[in-house]
């Protein structure tokens, strides 16, 4: 394909995304496929000769469409948003035409400059402590290939780190002695992060709004000290994946230093929120944690990947995860300005250029424009709280702080596990659940910016309609 | 932006994505900029009200395109290629549109579905043995997010493997007797993905066509049982980064088995031409391996990322890899067919519709369009070292297997680095050294398949022009 080839088969696509997203409301929310239905759909290996871009095309709505969950979809309620839009998607379009990879400076000059500045811009919003900032003192920020990773690579920092205070014992007497912290309702990302970096984890209990609180940390460390294991690693989140629980970071913060604990922030979805005003104080405390990280990729307009990683020091995260080979080594970074080699703040060398997404969307969307979109999903989801509240056989699970609300029929779980199904079924709508202290719920999140006032009275007109039908049953 | 506005800002992203293509031999390979250049040419911090478009398109010459890497250029030989092709553009654009993560399979059944056919479809070119197939047995394939990723899941899971093996002791006593193989010609990943696993890594010596040979890998494990050590994992690399060289998996693949050590092979960027019959033998041998990695994104023509990965046995990586959280179960996979949740694949959770590009090249080129692709890189390579060879002041490094040549004076390094910093003086090309056994050279590679024979030889011009004004003063 030539460029002028591209011409004509990139705007057709640019027409076939617009037609998509032009009638994304008359598509399921969920594909009624069973596991295996594409083996008969798609041959079973390659062709020799080359295939027509017609032919391709023809197949997107039968081969893709056909199973494909529609995260676009005003009616997608499920799990927690991933972002889209398309000022995000003019970034990635030309990124992937350039593909230059700003794994070390000399590799993209201006794909590394641009992060950095994007990394600053972005901690600005949150009113991040200066240190975070490069612009800052010895701090910065870079994207992480997901939450996982930045999570991973807190926790293997933090290890090297207590590693080294142990001098006149192995890497392995530590490593059996170590003991990392979170709540049982954080993220599985985190206890997946502990299990690779080979350390033990606790899931402390939490309290009555799904929230840690100091003082469960505070008995959790000084229990284990007691048994002579070492303490060395807590990952706090603002804002849960079942519930949106934000944990106390005011409290956990000054245990963490008075401990000299690690402490990572992950606020992948509600963090976004912070870029307001009247949300910042969820992160109060933040000062006192060593990384943080939030995801733009969910409720900042900026498709995937998109894990907003910051630290204190550079050099924590550098260290154990710097190599040195002479493919790689820097030939003219030097007059007096150093920039990051983003390779050795993460796991890959090649890297996507994911800051020109994020240039795009700040400034396309402005701050205001980011602001407002937060807002609105806010609203939508106290919305849907007031039509729950109305119907008394409902009841509400958590605090509705965020897009997402928690809900369930005041009955015994496997009622509620028959309702979801009931709601599956009908494919109208299409919702995760999740349990926590065994109670089995309904999770209703606002993950779409396409979703309206109109569709969240809909969606609880579907789920009355199936509850309606289960409890006449 | 609405759709309809996309369509406007597409069509016109679309135009200069091919405007860009269309003049990319008239751009310098390599920026003239200098550390902190950016700083200066845009705001400190984000703006309150949003831009409009046409504002973002202004700046793409002025800040982005100064301070670019065009690894699209034709005279670009540097590193290793990194591909992009308009069909996998094609296949990012529709999915950055969709953003649908085949975490789980009942997250994008599609997404999920794709990307096991595609990575059979890719395991057959590639003639893998049966039981790297999904339709073959236990094993299967993944697109890992880098081969940094690949390696770092093959070396935790063997270290998961043989920690299971001592359950009479802790994980740290195992941790500390542990040792892995490479060779010193290895890429930095696979020390990295030691340093992060925290398992020691010997680097082998290589022969004199730097490859890793059994008899050195033998004597390396025999030599470390007898000091207690445990050997548990090797990674044999088909293609290294500095010289191409292709370690002998014939020899090693069978001591590894009677060793019991987990093989991965890193082929990274050679393996992509084992799709050609002719080149097929470098990874004789193969069915040694637990583990195999190739990057489609080098030079299979796929957009990066895309780091192909296959197991034998895809317990050996899901069991250390999963983690459960009710938020992710799996809702209705289920009626005799399983499909896997690639979420326990890797680190990451929310993963791109990878599948997708990989489709629309495997269709597009067809088989016989990227053979024809690499076998038109392999004779520019060769043509370039006819020229090498003809001008009696160089020599060449290493044998040229590939789309690299290994050349430098016959002097000493001190001069090959005065070569290398005139030729990138001149911005005219832009290469990368590298470093074996102390001696300095520069490598020349067919990076694009913008590159055509007359920029090969242009790029000798340059190299010779160089040369004349450096041996003459």
């Not at 460390?221 to 989140?237: H, M, N, Q, S, Y």
């Not at 202290?437 to 609880?460: H, N």
Request: hydrophobic share 40%; glycine share 6%; aromatic share 10%.
């Amino acid at each position: 394909m030539d460029p002028e080839e591209f011409r004509r088969c990139g705007t057709d696509m640019v027409n076939y995304i617009t037609d998509y997203m032009d009638t994304i409301r008359s598509r399921l929310p969920f594909p009624d496929v069973q596991p295996g239905f594409l083996r008969e759909q798609i041959p079973d290996e390659a062709p020799f000769h080359g295939e027509s871009w017609e032919n391709v095309k023809n197949d997107l709505e039968r081969v893709v469409m056909k199973g494909l969950n529609q995260w676009r979809s005003p009616h997608f309620h499920a799990f927690l948003p991933i972002a889209s839009s398309f000022p995000a998607l003019l970034g990635d379009m030309l990124a992937g035409a350039m593909i230059s990879s700003p794994g070390t400076w000399t590799s993209n000059p201006v794909g590394t400059e641009l992060e950095v500045s994007m990394m600053d811009w972005l901690a600005k919003m949150l009113q991040l402590p200066q240190q975070f900032l490069f612009s800052g003192g010895k701090g910065g920020g870079c994207i992480q290939a997901s939450a996982d990773d930045a999570t991973f690579v807190a926790i293997i920092s933090a290890r090297a780190k207590v590693i080294k205070q142990f001098k006149d014992k192995t890497k392995g007497q530590v490593l059996d002695k170590l003991i990392a912290y979170t709540s049982e309702e954080a993220h599985s990302s985190v206890e997946k992060a502990a299990h690779l970096a080979l350390v033990e984890i606790r899931c402390l209990e939490t309290d009555d709004k799904f929230a840690l609180r100091g003082t469960t940390l505070a008995a959790a460390i000084r229990e284990d000290r007691k048994k002579g294991l070492i303490p060395f690693f807590v990952c706090a989140t603002v804002g849960t994946t079942s519930t949106c629980a934000i944990d106390n970071i005011s409290e956990i913060g000054p245990i963490c230093e008075e401990e000299d604990l690690w402490l990572h922030i992950d606020a992948v979805y509600a963090g976004c929120a912070c870029i307001c005003p009247e949300y910042r104080p969820w992160i109060n405390g933040v000062e006192y944690s060593t990384t943080f990280s939030i995801n733009p990729h969910k409720w900042l307009h900026i498709n995937p990947p998109c894990s907003a990683f910051w630290v204190k020091d550079q050099e924590l995260i550098n260290e154990p995860l710097s190599v040195d080979a002479m493919y790689l080594r820097v030939r003219s970074a030097s007059n007096g300005v150093t920039m990051p080699d983003f390779r050795n703040w993460h796991v890959q060398l090649t890297r996507p250029f994911g800051a020109l997404k994020m240039w795009f969307v700040f400034r396309m969307f402005g701050v205001h424009g980011l602001q407002e979109r937060i807002r609105k999903d806010m609203a939508m989801a106290k919305e849907f709280e007031a039509l729950v509240l109305a119907d008394s056989r409902f009841e509400i699970v958590a605090d509705v702080v965020s897009g997402l609300v928690c809900f369930r029929l005041k009955g015994d779980n496997a009622q509620n596990e028959k309702l979801l199904s009931m709601i599956d079924k009908s494919r109208r709508i299409c919702i995760t659940p999740s349990i926590s202290r065994g109670i089995f719920y309904l999770r209703f999140c606002i993950s779409v910016y396409t979703t309206e006032s109109r569709d969240v009275v809909f969606a609880w007109e579907v789920i009355q309609h199936e509850a309606d039908a289960l409890l006449s049953s």
